[in-house]
């Protein structure tokens, strides 16, 4: 038997720096974390799919691990990635994922240089990571009708998965490749899914029936809300009648099912990360001698703001905060060497919105 070679990295070391990005998914994050350094070590690793309404951080989870990598030059040989949108499976003239590998095979070229053996390159593509978005986008069936598209894009990825010789082309050429060993983590709304589940668990089918709450927010609001967690009730029979095979589910070991974001975990992601949108826009300032500061309460309101729109997560915030600072950005020089956004102005933008009136200031 070979003996192992000892590997520095740990699951703790890549869960601190992925959460440096991601807010609010730890328990999607330390499951990425053990399943990505198995991998790296050459242990069976499980593929994951990742489920979580538009916004919940699905995407920005994938990009992290990609720049966690990429950062990282004692990695460069084990980090041959690929992030793809599953509609461009749909589309694949080759068929059963062959431009997919071929995608890899490039990447290792770039690792490890274009003159690079054949075996150090099947190696690195043999031991890949695929990274997949709006895996939901290739039902095999909506509404009852078979959808083609999708049925062929689950085709190729399942045959990607469990196959130990795929073939493909690069260069003219006819490579084989055992593909049963690449990673692959996926990540879908399934918006109608969650639809389903929520009518199945508020009806009280197979649970007891759920019970409006009222919540206080962070602001002072109070609201109603159903305490609906998609974690809590998802079963396997519901991503079949979504349209996702059986044989397909399958394959993947782990499913997770991404949190919502609280006003707590969006105030986070308005201004933490290093490409937060608050950064972003504090950076824009900054070239025209401007100070871009927020008050508190004007953090909490647009918090508040993107938490009632729990189908949007993250991507309510850059829709809220666009209201306020759209007009301030046309003529930044009029606004002196200090701006502060204050909770008045984000009132006024929320305002505004709902009036069906553009923001003023």
């Known amino acids: 038997m070979q003996r192992m070679q000892p590997f520095s990295l740990r699951p703790r070391e890549v869960f601190d720096e992925l959460r ?33 309404n538009s916004g919940s951080g699905k995407t920005t989870l994938m990009r992290a691990v990609e720049q966690f990598l990429a950062g990282r030059a004692d990695l460069a040989e084990y980090a041959n990635v690929i992030r793809i949108n599953a509609n461009v499976l749909a589309e694949e003239r080759q068929g059963y994922g062959r431009a997919v ?13 274009a ?56 260069d003219g050429k006819t490579y084989g490749i055992n593909s049963s060993g690449i990673l692959f983590v996926a990540g879908g709304a399934f918006e109608e899914l969650y639809d389903s589940v929520l009518r199945r668990a508020t009806i009280g089918q197979d649970v007891a029936p759920m019970k409006p709450v009222v919540v206080v927010s962070a602001s002072g609001e109070v609201r109603e ?3 609906f967690h998609l974690r809590d009730y998802l079963k396997y029979d519901d991503l079949f009648r979504y349209g996702m095979t059986p044989q397909f589910v399958s394959r993947f070991e ?43 309460g004007a953090l909490i309101a647009i918090a508040w703001d993107a938490a009632r729109q729990k189908r949007l997560g993250a991507r309510a915030l850059r829709e809220t905060f666009r209201r306020v600072i759209r007009n301030i950005e046309f003529d930044p020089a009029a606004n002196g060497g200090v701006l502060t956004i204050d909770e008045n102005m984000v009132k006024q933008a929320i305002a505004g919105r709902e009036g069906g009136t553009a923001s003023k200031r």
């Open 115 to 170: 003159d690079a053996p054949f075996e150090v390159l099947r190696h690195s593509v043999e031991r890949g990571m695929i990274f997949i978005d709006e895996i939901d986008k290739i039902r095999a069936d909506v509404r009852g009708e078979p959808n083609v598209r999708g049925i062929v894009a689950q085709e190729a990825l399942l045959t990607l998965m469990e196959n130990e010789n795929v073939e493909f082309e690069a």
């Open 225 to 227: 809300e159903i305490p």
């Open 254 to 296: 782990s499913i997770i099912v991404l949190d919502d974001l609280g006003e707590r975990e969006l105030a986070k992601i308005f201004v933490e990360p290093e490409q937060s949108i608050f950064r972003t826009s504090r950076a824009y300032f900054e070239r025209y001698g401007i100070d871009l500061q927020i008050t508190r």
């Open 101 to 113: 590998l071929a995608r890899l095979f490039a990447n290792a070229r770039k690792i490890f240089g």
């Open 20 to 52: 440096k990005t991601v807010v609010g998914q730890d328990d999607a994050i330390r499951e990425i974390s053990v399943a990505l350094v198995k991998h790296l070590v050459g242990h069976p690793a499980p593929n994951i799919l990742l489920v979580g």
